[in-house]
């Protein structure tokens, strides 16, 4: 925990034994685990499926019990409710209401936290901004693809402006935009100081935030430290120079075979990694203004998310090479203006509306520049009126 003055969580002999219906141990799903989470920091909890990552965030959220051993959370028990405020929670599966909108489950989730009304449309409205979905605010989730049902729970995650983020498996559904949107999140999040606790067995989602990690099997901690202590390859160096002509490349290595004789070595060019070309060949379709019904790539941070007084950061989390439009949503009808294809079903109201979707007049009124009815208008209706009840 080096850098970090607080511990946010620590973990001491943390056991976690679930028995069958006659109280036998039937599994040991957390074997004496002992951790510490710094203040400020990007922590990673590793592992397979089954080793315990989900049951150890279940203990660390006042969801389980340990069986021994204590875990706190800013030196409180993980089931006080103070604590429980200053915590994000994304789960491993996104439970949501499926007949509510999005922009609905924000605003049920910010009055779990007691957040007045006028709060939690302004923040619903700059996550659904900042995680893609401010097209699909109006969409029952229900509808939504696994990966949006994702941007939607992270959305939530964060409605309260936690200081602890706790994400189990963040990147689950996600598509490789998705997963460098979330990525950069995770880092600005740490630039503003909160602490997020990333579990996921994508090792390379983890490698590219997080400052410690710890891995687990069976339970128990088999590795932890920091990724340059756990990943560093003592044994061999790599040389990084601009491209050489035949000539060069040659004489390089006649010197190389001269002063390392007997070792093994090769040349070869470097490679992006796949996640890099498929995220150019993305932005390339989207500088092409090729059409997708699928979620937006992320907009700007939260507003509420920066700090006091520091300007809101207006870069994208990825940077969008073309803005795209919304279709305008059509005029609103007025009084005066029915609906083409829609049929008055009334006579009294066939009568009374006559001509005026036609009408010049002002809108919100009857034919007539003082917003009553003309005579010629009423003695129609009149005539009208009479024939129908005198041929009844």
């Known amino acids: 925990m080096d850098g970090h003055s607080e511990a946010v969580v620590k973990s001491v002999g943390l056991t976690k ?3 069958d219906f006659w109280g036998r141990p039937k599994a040991k799903a957390v074997n004496d685990l002992d951790f510490e989470v710094g203040d400020g920091e990007v922590f990673g909890l590793l592992g397979p499926n089954g080793s315990g990552k989900s049951t150890t965030i279940k203990m660390l959220l006042g969801l389980l019990y340990p069986s021994s051993g204590k875990i706190s959370v800013y030196g409180c028990p ?6 429980k405020r200053r915590i994000g929670y994304l789960p491993e599966e996104s439970y949501l209401y499926k007949y509510l909108t999005a922009e609905e489950t924000l605003d049920f989730f910010g009055a779990l936290f007691n957040l007045s009304s006028a709060e939690r449309r302004s923040r619903s409205v700059q996550l659904l901004d900042m995680v893609g979905l401010s097209h699909a605010a109006k969409r029952q989730v229900g509808e939504f693809s696994k990966g949006m ?9 964060m409605i309260n402006d936690p200081d602890l983020l706790i994400l189990d498996e963040p990147t689950s559904g996600l598509d490789p935009l998705g997963c460098r949107e979330i990525k950069d999140l995770i880092l600005f999040l740490k630039k503003r100081g909160k602490t997020v606790i990333v579990s996921s067995h994508l090792l390379s989602d983890v490698e590219d ?17 920091t ?11 790599r040389l990084k120079m601009p491209t050489l002509g035949p000539r060069e490349t040659e004489t390089m290595l006649r010197v190389l075979r001269e002063n390392l004789k007997g ?14 070309f498929f995220l150019e060949v993305v932005q390339k379709a989207k500088s092409e203004k090729i059409e997708t019904f699928g979620a937006h790539g992320g907009g700007t941070i ?22 795209e439009k919304e279709p305008e949503a059509p005029a609103a009808r007025t009084m005066a203006q ?7 079903d009334g006579i009294l109201s066939d009568l009374l509306v006559g001509d005026r979707a036609a009408s010049p007049e002002a809108e919100g009124t009857m034919p007539g520049a003082d917003g009553a009815a003309n005579k010629d208008d009423l003695d129609k209706a009149d005539e009208k009126l009479s024939k129908l009840l005198g041929g009844k």
Do not use: M, N, W
């Open 17 to 19: 034994v679930f028995r």
């Open 227 to 237: 990724l340059d202590e756990l990943l560093l390859v003592s044994g061999e160096s």
């Open 263 to 276: 070792e093994e070595f090769s040349i070869e060019h470097p490679k992006r990694s796949l996640e890099e």
């Open 209 to 225: 935030v997080c400052d410690r990690v710890v891995i687990l099997y069976g339970g128990k901690i088999r590795a932890s430290g």
């Open 338 to 344: 029915p609906e083409p294809e829609e049929k008055s």
């Open 78 to 83: 993980p089931d006080d409710v103070r604590t």
């Open 149 to 157: 049902q994702r941007r939607i729970g992270i959305a939530q995650a």
């Open 302 to 323: 939260a507003e509420y998310l920066s700090g006091p007084g520091e300007s809101i950061e207006k870069e994208r989390i990825l940077e969008k090479l073309a803005e």
